[in-house]
């Protein structure tokens, strides 16, 4: 298939063009507001000499969309800085409102309720911490002049201090996750009228810190969220009708209710939904064929939901769930019947399935290459650091020629876990970061991370993807190295996104993806300290040789120096006899009675080792180190207890 749309990297540049190629014209609300809010953004990031125009245009922009105009005229071409217009930099992108559900009606709302209960009578200064704080305090400001309030309005960063003279300050920023910014801002930037916070809230008790603190919040729970509200069955069904576009020709499908006990997701969580994920609800749609089950999730109405708009209705694969219907800021897609999770060891033809559906999403959204002078994604260098020791321009520049070699783009941001299942067809269907093609976060992704990102999902090593991939794109390329690079990148993004609440079974998947990431990030690092050294001017490279194990573990769950000396798991070591690997099970089965610890099988290579999950959160890991200890002298060698992610305890040969 001609692939209808290509993704396009959010840049500050190109949001600069594209207002002022529509200068004089008259361009959507959100879109005029949304834009000149990053541009404004960016500006205070980098002290841009404009970013009090910016700021006043973005003001004025709010006033008009909280007054509720459908369309702006954008602003004239020489408005926007030159420097803007060249920046090639990725739009910092607020979580709040590109993943997690804010929309900018929850700011009105917001601002609402601050007047509603409001105890200072005197001027105020309005200051959005940025970046997503920023996006919202504009129109919190908007909604205050509006009522006669005297107010300015401002963007914030720690160890900022803008000028508060005798005005109260209201913090406006993302729904909180530990408040330090926030207090900590709280107590830096306020003049004698002190300092409130106001936030959109998932939960009540992501403020309560704040406010054992002394300091005055005013929340908006996110049952009151816009996107939460319009996953109510009678208000979905009226959005529906007038703002759905239906993929499938013919009478357009009725909302029937929702699917008991997957309402709404903000309401009532669905089992496996994080909290701070978008809202979605099961729908039933009523069809002339009768009625069929679907999901509803939202998507950002603005700008940020343009490319997931787009990519929703261009994907067509069996793999991830169709699109039925798009609308502004909902797509409905098939709901899935998931029989069971991958099983421990995949069958090789379902690693061959993944690796062609990864494939044919590439060629469905090819990604725009990135503008010269495109600056180099942060991770590279993290990953140029653990190998060589030391910062070098040259080798992050070949690491980086590795990795695009199949598509320009890198994230910086979030890789999160690649989770794939078999329906009740038996087919192979994908729920994680990728499943659903609409996910903003997504536009950055490299088929490439997404190719490494098999081997720890299908527990295989590097040579088995790039023999498939190598089987599918012919040209005598080896691809060894560029998934290395990739992995690595995927590895140091997604180790610090592991789970930290664990109950067993979510800590035996967790366990199982550290081991696998270590594993694999260990044999990537290996081939690519050969890759350095071997282009290295000719002569042998003075940098040090990398570690059989990743000198930085991704998302250790324990740290690597287990109290009994304990070293990172080698290659090939002690390896129980018969007698001893009975003895060894035995031993740790009475050991993990303690509820510590759970210990989980898994393959390595043509053996096998069992993984030492722990069940408790990362408080609890410290004391852990005793119990570690503790197992070693029960077990006939402790030489047999390693650590590769997690502790790990070898049971025969890796083969």
């Known amino acids: 298939m001609t692939a209808s749309t290509v993704i396009r990297p959010l840049t500050v540049g190109r949001l600069a063009r594209d207002l002022a190629a529509r200068a004089g ?22 002290g841009l000499p404009g970013a009090q125009l910016l700021q006043e245009m973005t003001s004025r922009a709010a006033l008009r969309l909280a007054a509720g105009e459908n369309a702006f005229v954008a602003p004239e071409y020489h408005r926007i800085p030159n420097r803007l217009l060249k920046d090639e930099s990725l739009v910092r992108l607020p979580a709040s409102l590109a993943v997690q559900g804010v929309e900018w009606q929850d700011a009105i709302a917001l601002a609402q309720a601050w007047l509603e209960a ?8 309005v200051a959005g911490v940025r970046t997503g704080g920023a996006y919202l305090a504009p129109l919190v400001a908007a909604q205050l002049d509006a009522e006669g309030v005297d107010v300015r309005l401002t ?5 900022e201090r803008p000028e508060v003279g005798d005005r109260r300050v209201l913090l406006v920023d993302d729904p909180p996750l530990t408040g330090r910014t926030l207090r900590s801002l709280a107590r830096e930037v306020p003049g004698p009228a002190g300092a409130e916070v106001l936030v959109p809230v998932f939960d009540a008790a992501d403020v309560r810190s704040l406010r054992e603190d002394g300091i005055a919040v005013t929340v908006l729970p996110r049952e009151q969220w816009q996107s939460t509200r319009r996953l109510e069955p009678e208000t979905l069904s009226a959005y529906l009708t007038v703002e759905a576009d239906w993929q499938d020709v013919g009478p357009a499908p009725v909302v029937d209710g929702l699917v008991p006990g997957r309402e709404n997701s903000a309401l009532a969580p669905w089992p496996g939904l994080r ?34 708009r787009a990519a929703a209705t261009s994907v067509r ?20 019947t998931l029989a069971a999770p991958l099983a421990p060891e995949p069958t090789p033809h379902q690693l061959e399935e993944a690796v062609d559906y990864v494939l044919a999403r590439a060629r469905h959204l090819p990604m725009e290459p990135a503008g010269r002078g495109a600056p180099m994604p942060a991770v590279l260098g993290t990953v140029t650091r653990a190998i060589t020791g030391e910062d070098g321009p040259g080798a992050t520049g070949r690491l980086h020629r590795l990795l ?4 320009p783009a890198l994230p910086d941001n979030r890789c999160e876990a690649e989770k794939w299942f078999l ?19 997504n536009e950055l992704l490299t088929p490439l991370l997404d190719l490494a990102a098999l081997t720890v999902a299908f527990g295989s090593g590097l040579e088995a993807v790039a023999e498939a991939l190598t089987r599918r794109l012919p040209g005598g390329r080896s691809w060894h190295a560029a998934l290395a690079v990739a992995l690595l990148c995927y590895g140091t993004a997604r180790g610090e996104q592991l789970p930290r609440t664990y109950n067993p079974q979510r800590a035996a998947e967790t366990a ?9 990030m260990s044999e990537a690092a290996g081939l690519l300290q050969h890759v350095l050294n071997d282009t290295a001017s000719g002569r042998e490279s003075a940098v040090p040789r990398v570690l059989r194990r990743w000198a930085q573990p991704p998302g250790a769950l324990v740290q690597p120096r287990l109290p009994f000396d304990g070293a990172p798991a080698p290659e090939s070591g002690p390896v129980p006899e018969d007698k001893e690997r009975e003895m060894t099970l035995k031993a740790v089965a009475r050991w993990a009675k303690a509820g510590q610890f759970h210990p989980v099988r898994e393959r390595q290579g043509q053996g096998q080792v069992l993984l030492l999950a722990p069940v408790d959160g990362p408080a609890s890991w410290d004391a852990a180190r005793a119990a570690l200890e503790e197992l070693a002298g029960r077990l006939p060698r402790p030489g047999l207890l390693g650590w590769c992610g997690v502790p790990v305890v070898t049971l025969d040969e890796a083969g």
């Open 423 to 441: 329906d009740a067809s038996g087919r192979l269907r994908k729920t994680g970061h990728l499943a659903h093609p609409y996910r903003r976060d």
């Open 275 to 308: 909290r701070r994920s978008a809202v979605k609800a099961a729908v039933r749609l009523r069809t002339p064929k009768g009625i069929g089950h679907a999901v509803a999730g939202w998507v950002p109405p603005g700008i940020f939901g343009d490319a997931a």
């Open 512 to 520: 199982v993806e550290a081991y696998r990431l270590q594993r694999g």
């Open 118 to 125: 409001r105890e200072w009578a005197g001027p105020v200064l």
């Open 155 to 159: 963007s914030v960063r720690p160890g």
């Open 404 to 407: 695009s070699a199949m598509a």
């Open 317 to 336: 694969s069996p793999v991830p769930p169709a699109t039925l219907a798009v609308a502004p800021a909902l797509v409905i897609s098939e709901d899935l």
């Open 25 to 46: 014209q008259p361009v959507p609300a959100l879109r005029c507001y949304e834009s000149l809010a990053a541009l404004w953004i960016r500006g205070c990031d980098t």
